[in-house]
């Protein structure tokens, strides 16, 4: 089937992608595969009217985006924790000094995580953006100052310094 054989080419170009913005959605790598198996099998059922479109990176972001959100609001109880080995100690009181991007990320608010991310990783426009979230110019602009404040307060101002 065309179909099929279109959304697989779909699916290998962009999974890795895919994977990696949803990565720096939720802050885990099985939460993430498992909020890109989501948007892939909503994109599917829908693939024939988005493809005739043209719009199918867009509506994929945007069902990834939402998927995360909403997987953010079923709060600590109702998410399972992979993992590996349980550490020997607690974790320290102040954040110590490998503290990255992807802990920063985590830690921000569901929705600035997710425009500081379409906005710089995805690097979609102010109105872009707006428009995949279903907000306003001004709240994404808005979100985008909060989350870049944030992010700088955690990882330290000369992060951003080196860059300019």
Not at 34 to 43: E, F, P, S, Y
Not at 64 to 89: C, K, M, N, W
Not at 109 to 123: I, N
Request: charged residues 30%.
């Amino acid at each position: 089937m065309e179909r099929d054989r279109e959304f697989s080419e779909f699916v290998d170009a962009r999974a890795l992608v895919l994977r990696r913005t949803a990565y720096l959605l939720c802050g885990d790598w099985h939460r993430a595969q498992d909020l890109v198996q989501t948007a892939l099998t909503k994109l599917y059922i829908a693939w024939p009217r988005v493809r005739r479109d043209g719009a199918v990176d867009a509506y994929v972001r945007k069902i990834l985006v939402r998927a995360a959100i909403d997987d953010s609001r079923r709060g600590f109880r109702s998410r399972e924790t992979v993992v590996e080995s349980l550490p020997d100690s607690a974790a320290p009181d102040t954040a110590p000094a490998d503290f990255d991007v992807r802990d920063a990320l985590a830690a921000l608010p569901p929705g600035q995580r997710a425009v500081v991310v379409l906005r710089y990783w995805e690097d979609l426009s102010v109105t872009e953006t707006a428009r995949l979230l279903g907000r306003t110019e001004g709240t994404v602009k808005s979100q985008a100052a909060k989350g870049l404040a944030a992010l700088r307060q955690l990882l330290g101002r000369h992060v951003f310094e080196e860059r300019t």
